[in-house]
Antibody, heavy 120, light 110 residues
Framework: QVQLVQSGAEVKKPGASVKVSCKTS????????ITWVRQAPGQGLEWMGWINTYNGNTNYAHKLQGRVTMTTDTSTSTAYMELRSLRSDDTAVYFCARRIAAVGTMPDYWGQGTLVTVSS | QSVLTQPPSASGTPGQRVTISCSGSSSDIGSNTVNWYQQVPGTAPKLLIHSNNQRPSGVPDRFSGSKSGTSASLAISGLQSEDEADYYCAAWGDSLNGPVFGGGTKLTVL
């Protein structure tokens, strides 16, 4: 069965960096794009960007460009999202999700989420 | 502020039919298909409807979706207590080259 399993909760100080992992199984990793979405406490879903696991191409949300990097390790079918220069408003649950590698397709399976807390 | 517009809340009694609306523009809903996700607080979103009106395997046929122009709606018939959750619409955003989401609708089963 398809599974996306994310790394555990993190607590970081303002200005630090965080790297969240998303280990996948149950499907061919390079046939799907990994999308990252975050959800601030009590808020809705915010798209952060995606990475094409086949060729490494990325597309980041404009507001995060320069602070976010998405990578993959195809040998372990794992995706990573690193966010730098953390601020208090980066406190959120971060989700990875897969979608078919075609323009216009939307996520189907999601990871369980990783809570990142930014606090001094 | 979310790109797609949903009512913040909806409610109904067990057995009732409720609908949740989602409004967008020509560069998202108007030119792409709509998905709906159900999220129980503290858990990951679950795909409920894809391609405007298609239910993934395992989703009860009480849930249905529709789209017209730049708007979409989710209907839940025979409302059950377990349907109490947050519901999000989503569509591909042409200008973003990524998905755009609604702000979510909190469904309460009275």
């Amino acid at each position: 069965q398809v599974q996306l399993v994310q790394s555990g909760a993190e607590v970081k100080k303002p200005g630090a960096s965080v790297k969240v992992s998303c280990k996948t199984s149950g499907y061919t990793f390079t046939s799907y794009v990994i999308t990252w979405v975050r959800q601030a406490p009590g808020q809705g879903l915010e798209w952060m960007g995606w990475i094409n696991t086949y060729n490494g191409n990325t597309n980041y949300a404009h507001k995060l460009q320069g602070r976010v990097t998405m990578t993959t390790d195809t040998s372990t079918s794992t995706a990573y999202m690193e966010l730098r220069s953390l601020r208090s408003d980066d406190t959120a649950v971060y989700f990875c999700a897969r979608r078919i590698a075609a323009v216009g397709t939307m996520p189907d399976y999601w990871g369980q989420g990783t809570l990142v807390t930014v606090s001094s | 502020q979310s790109v797609l517009t949903q009512p913040p809340s909806a409610s109904g009694t067990p057995g009732q039919r409720v609908t949740i609306s989602c409004s967008g523009s020509s560069s998202d809903i108007g030119s792409n298909t709509v998905n709906w996700y159900q999220q129980v607080p503290g858990t990951a979103p679950k795909l409920l409807i894809h391609s405007n009106n298609q239910r993934p395997s395992g989703v009860p046929d009480r849930f249905s979706g529709s789209k017209s122009g730049t708007s979409a709606s989710l209907a839940i018939s025979g409302l059950q207590s377990e349907d109490e959750a947050d519901y999000y619409c989503a569509a591909w955003g042409d200008s973003l080259n990524g998905p755009v989401f609604g702000g979510g609708t909190k469904l309460t089963v009275l």
